[in-house]
């Protein structure tokens, strides 16, 4: 396997493998990193479908992307996903997949027209004083200070991050800044989250500084995840064969380990309550998703707390089983043990069944509800909320089967422990109704008319997610086990718990990105995975990030020591009339 870039290989067809027609997979895990894994090894590795077999726990696929109508509840989705334009390996699976929505168009097609006609922009990013914008919202506040610590994180390598918290590599200016608020509720860091992750951040998503606070950013589809990506994908698999095996589980996958060779040699499930044994052989290639972030969810309603629990589940036992046999297959406990108390394991989908909340709703985003266009435009962050609350309101209908007088709204608190402001209790013992009253006492509703929209005007759906924030665990090189092993023949690993360089995990990208890897380098594709977008050694995009890091300050204006402002001055002289003196200008530096 190697990266590329550019449309040399963007475009091309890879030639059929050798040997191929006479292999076959078992994908374990039905989320988007093995859908994704199957459609490579049709598209990409000629497979047959017929010999590409999905075996998952639940009785659906679509892992975290999910969304559903809970009879008498509500519609519940566990999160949402933050996507932009250099998703390079998604957009490369998408182009291929059939719209269900557009005729002769693909996902790709549909969603880059969507966002097109549409682009996405938020007119409030955060609130305060029950349901005000922040006079300071649109900044980031960060003084020189946090700002060389952002730089030092930045230029520190990845190695020397090791077992570090953020809040080893920051500072107090630094969390008080609207930056961090922005981050933070953006990506679901907490302060004790892993500085390695919070660099892989900054360096691939460098690009976006100036996008960041209004989101134009980012781009969403049309629905909910589920309806927009994973039921097309879905049925691109159903058209071409692939065997969906549901409600089973795989407790274990046994490794032949001979020398530095590693050949998957057994599954042991069950299934039906029964327990079963595959044998493999060199010609069964073997996908695990191993961990998951929406394992052992568990799930309230508007007048029932979502119960809170910390069973590991299967996908976690079974990594735990894998990982018993080799070093090299990663060190779970890292990731699902000794989790915190302060964090966030609640999220909530409110369906709002009349109008008596959009007014609150519109005045906050500048936008109707019911338009079919962006409404919220992202999320929109409460700073003064104890949970430190955050919601959206993204294009209505969120989901098909939504009615026109409906309005959904997704919330979520990143302090999972501490007391609400209104509601005297913490987000993970709170009911929807509960749920929904803070959020209405932080828009502004008067507290007279809270009781009766709570408890009339809406259904509430809570989640308890154990393991949500778990990519961002501290962790060492080795803890996510590679895409595929050292000397492996024939089993890899995908997911956000598998190790790819540069990206950076809690989005599709990463669920996509190492399944192509995988396939790629198992069925050893004639075609290169494209690289994580390199904005990070782009001189123009670092330039022009250091200026709106400084809240749009050009160089002359900005707050230096004596010394450093010497120095910058010496800079801009000695460049002058040359490429250097060019970036800075194109980025208003100078």
Not at 280 to 287: G, I, P, R, T
């Amino acid at each position: 396997m190697r990266y590329t870039n550019g449309n040399y290989e963007a475009f091309v067809r890879s030639r059929k493998p050798e040997g191929v027609d006479s292999k076959s997979a078992y994908i374990i895990g039905g989320g988007l990193a093995g859908l994704a894994a199957a459609a490579f090894l049709i598209r990409d590795g000629y497979m047959k479908g017929e010999h590409v077999h999905i075996l998952e726990e639940l009785a659906v696929s679509g892992g975290s992307l999910d969304g559903t109508l809970m009879p008498h509840d509500g519609f519940v989705t566990r999160g949402g996903r933050e996507m932009e334009a250099h998703f390079e390996c998604l957009w490369d699976l998408f182009r291929s997949i059939p719209s269900l929505e557009e005729e002769n168009a693909s996902v790709l097609d549909e969603f880059y027209w969507l966002n097109y006609d549409d682009p996405n922009f938020s007119n409030c990013r955060i609130i305060h004083q029950r349901g005000e914008r922040t006079p300071d919202d649109g900044q980031f506040t960060l003084s020189k200070t946090a700002q060389k610590e952002l730089i030092s994180l930045f230029m520190t390598s990845e190695d020397q991050l090791e077992n570090k918290r953020i809040e080893d590599v920051f500072g107090e200016d630094f969390f008080a800044s609207n930056f961090w608020l922005y981050w933070c509720s953006m990506f679901a860091f907490e302060k004790w989250h892993s500085a390695i992750e919070m660099r892989r951040y900054v360096m691939r998503f460098v690009h976006h500084i100036e996008g960041l606070p209004d989101f134009t950013a980012l781009k969403f589809t049309r629905y909910n995840q589920y309806e927009s990506l994973i039921k097309p994908l879905l049925s691109y698999l159903h058209n071409h064969n692939v065997d969906f095996q549901y409600n089973t589980q795989v407790n274990n996958v046994i490794v032949d380990i001979a020398g530095e060779t590693k050949t998957a040699r057994k599954l042991l499930l069950t299934r039906s309550g029964q327990a079963e044994e595959v044998a493999l052989s060199e010609n069964d290639l073997v996908f695990v998703t191993n961990g998951s972030i929406t394992e052992s969810s568990t799930q309230g309603n508007h007048h029932t707390p979502a119960p809170i629990t910390r069973d590991l589940g299967g996908s976690w036992n079974l990594w735990k089983n894998i990982s018993k046999q080799s070093p090299e297959f990663g060190n779970p406990a890292v990731f699902c043990e000794n989790l915190p108390d302060e964090s966030w394991y609640v999220s909530a989908t409110i369906t709002w069944e009349n109008e008596d909340i959009a007014p609150y709703l519109e005045q906050i985003t500048k936008r109707k509800l019911h338009t079919g266009k962006i409404v919220s435009g992202g999320i929109v962050t409460i700073k003064d909320s104890n949970w430190l609350m955050s919601f959206a309101t993204h294009r209505q209908p969120h989901f098909k089967e939504q009615q026109d007088h409906q309005t959904i709204t997704w919330v979520y608190g990143l302090l999972s422990n501490i007391p609400g402001n209104y509601v005297q209790k913490p987000i993970e013992n709170c009911t929807g109704e509960e749920i929904v009253q803070e959020l209405l006492y932080h828009l502004g509703v008067p507290e007279e008319d809270i009781p009766r929209i709570a408890g009339q005007s809406c259904h509430s759906v809570p989640v308890y997610m154990p393991f949500i924030t778990s990519y961002f665990m501290l962790r060492k090189a080795d803890d996510r086990p590679l895409v595929v092993p050292n000397g492996s023949q024939n089993l890899a690993f995908i997911g956000n718990f598998a190790e790819t360089e540069r990206d950076t995990v809690f989005t599709t990208e990463y669920s996509v990105r190492t399944a192509m890897e995988a396939v790629y380098q198992l069925l050893k594709v004639e075609r290169g995975v494209p690289e994580v977008f390199a904005s990070a050694y782009d001189l123009r995009t670092l330039a022009k990030a250091v200026y709106y890091l400084a809240d749009q300050t050009p160089l002359a204006e900005m707050e230096l020591p004596f010394i450093e402002r010497k120095m910058m001055e010496g800079l801009v002289h000695k460049t002058k009339n040359t490429y250097v003196s060019d970036v800075l200008k194109d980025a208003h530096l100078i």
